[in-house]
């Protein structure tokens, strides 16, 4: 009953949405065909929005519409909190797929709230990023799979991998989280065809279908829990946890100890101005990067195998530049 009842307002709530984006496209068999359902469920639906929601709600020839749409009551904010919306909003435009005129006119309302000296600080701070096809494609992903974690809907999908040339498989999936990560966001979801949890780039998802079937989130599934032993959002699908400890030369240790990397992690300054970097994490390949990255500013101390896999990857680089070299 209870899934039922969610189900309904669901609907409902999208009725109210798409009705709003077109109005007087939508009949009532439309939207009986749209929703699998008969006209009569729909007939109540619409009652409900009329009588219930109290929306203005009026049908034409060509379908229904809204005389006019209720405003949200102004909300007051301190200085303080419509600087930090503001800041939130220049973080969240790293990551196109939220962009719309909406969100523009809830930047301008915000923008209107500053004194005329921040104008020209606010408009750099919270310049939306420009629509493009992969923007807009991200965008319908992240409303399908948003519906589907509120309707608990499984996923049809046609994903294209990061490796095997981008080879493209069909999966089915049940979601479990939607998450923003450096420039793009990820899908955390239970793939049938792999038999357990695994992590997709939501750019990666070709086409994706909302199917019939219902799931339930495992009541013992803690997302913290699950990416606690990755290193940021990526978690390493063979390796497992163990403790990793680097020396960090003085000017590269400081850097490091100015930001929270991990939850494990354990800074020791040493009397020469270097930094002990002790951390308890599965070395994926996006870790083995991070290192790369510092070069020689870094050392990998323990384990073992990581400090040969680092060190292999030095050699091919180093191979790399010499060769060109030669050729030079």
């Known amino acids: 009953m209870k899934l039922e009842e969610t189900k309904r307002t669901s609907r409902i709530l999208e009725i109210v949405q798409i009705v709003a984006i077109a109005p007087r496209r939508y009949l009532r068999r439309d939207?009986?065909?749209?929703f699998e359902?008969?006209?009569?469920?729909?007939?109540?639906?619409?009652?409900v929005i009329r009588h219930g929601l109290k929306l203005p709600l009026y049908h034409s020839q060509e379908g229904y519409y809204f005389e006019e749409m209720p405003e949200i009551p102004a909300l007051q904010y301190t200085f303080a909190e419509a600087l930090a919306l503001l800041l939130a909003v220049q973080a969240a435009r790293q990551v196109s797929g939220i962009?719309?005129?909406e969100l523009s006119a809830a930047v301008a309302r915000l923008e209107a709230l500053f004194p005329p000296e921040f104008e020209v600080l606010l408009r750099q701070a919270t310049r939306l990023p420009n629509r493009t096809a992969q923007g807009e494609h991200r965008q319908r992903m992240?409303?399908?799979l948003n519906q589907?974690?509120?309707?608990?809907?499984?996923?049809?999908?046609?994903?294209?991998?990061?490796s095997r040339g981008g080879a493209e498989s069909e999966r089915t999936v049940r979601p479990y989280a939607v998450q923003p990560?450096?420039?793009s966001w990820q899908l955390i979801a239970h793939c049938e065809l792999r038999g357990a949890v695994r992590i997709f780039k939501v750019d990666r998802i070709r086409q994706a279908t909302l199917l019939d079937e219902r799931y339930h989130v495992p009541a013992d599934f803690d997302l913290d829990d699950y990416l606690g032993a990755g290193w940021g959002l990526m978690r390493g699908?063979?390796?497992?946890?163990?403790?990793?400890?680097?020396?960090?030369?003085?000017?590269a240790g400081r850097w490091v100890s100015e930001e929270r990397w991990h939850a494990s992690q354990k800074i020791e300054p040493q009397p020469d101005g270097s930094v002990i970097f002790r951390l308890y994490l599965a070395p994926t390949p996006e870790f083995i990067n991070w290192v790369l990255y510092y070069g020689g500013r870094v050392?990998?101390?323990?384990?073992?195998?990581?400090?040969?896999?680092?060190?292999?990857?030095?050699?091919?680089?180093?191979?790399i530049y010499e060769s060109e070299s030669q050729h030079d």
């Open 237 to 251: 699908q063979s390796d497992a946890a163990t403790d990793i400890v680097l020396r960090f030369g003085p000017e």
């Open 31 to 34: 939207l009986a065909v749209r």
């Open 142 to 144: 992240l409303l399908l």
């Open 299 to 319: 050392e990998v101390l323990a384990p073992e195998d990581l400090r040969e896999r680092v060190v292999a990857e030095h050699r091919r680089a180093t191979e």
């Open 181 to 183: 990560y450096v420039r």
């Open 99 to 101: 962009a719309s005129a």
């Open 148 to 162: 589907a974690l509120a309707m608990q809907q499984k996923v049809q999908m046609i994903y294209a991998t990061g």
């Open 37 to 47: 359902i008969s006209e009569r469920m729909i007939q109540k639906d619409l009652d």
